[in-house]
């Protein structure tokens, strides 16, 4: 997403980041991503946004298969320190189009590694913006 920032300003677009954990250990990760200042990572410890979008759970297997365990041993392999997860890492994300509060185009995942591209999320934001 912060990479297409200049396209979602023409656009008038802000992305917002909304996250479970609790305030800091969000705004260490926004740090660790360096995800762009203004755009908000917002907070959402009872997870009442993932309840109303109808994010739901991967099952166990899809979250810890062979494609993420390749993509740990590289992690590994690189020099880098895993740990193990602090929180539910069960939990599905998603992403969503919003305008004037409503919800203009969801993109639900089936896995944790089903996202959309990001020319289709450009494409929503574009017809959002009309």
């Keep these: 997403m912060r990479e297409q920032r200049d396209r979602l300003d023409e ?3 802000v992305a917002v980041a ?3 954990s609790p ?14 200042s203004p755009w908000p990572f917002l907070s959402d410890v ?18 810890y298969n062979r494609a993420t365990l390749r993509i740990y041993r590289a992690a590994t392999g690189r020099g880098e ?14 992403d969503a189009v919003i305008r ?13 590694d089903d996202r959309p591209a990001m020319s289709e999320m450009l494409a929503g ?6």
Excluded: K
């Design 46 to 63: 009872d997870r009442v946004l993932y309840q109303r979008l109808g994010l739901g759970r991967a099952r166990r297997r899809e979250v």
């Design 11 to 13: 656009l008038g677009a």
């Design 18 to 20: 909304v996250g479970f």
């Design 125 to 130: 934001v574009a017809l959002a913006a009309g």
């Design 23 to 36: 305030g800091a250990a969000l705004a260490e990760l926004a740090d660790h991503l360096a995800w762009p």
């Design 81 to 94: 320190e895993m740990h193990r997860p602090v929180e539910d890492a069960l939990q599905l994300g998603g």
């Design 100 to 112: 004037s509060g409503a919800v203009v185009q969801l993109w639900r995942p089936s896995s944790p």
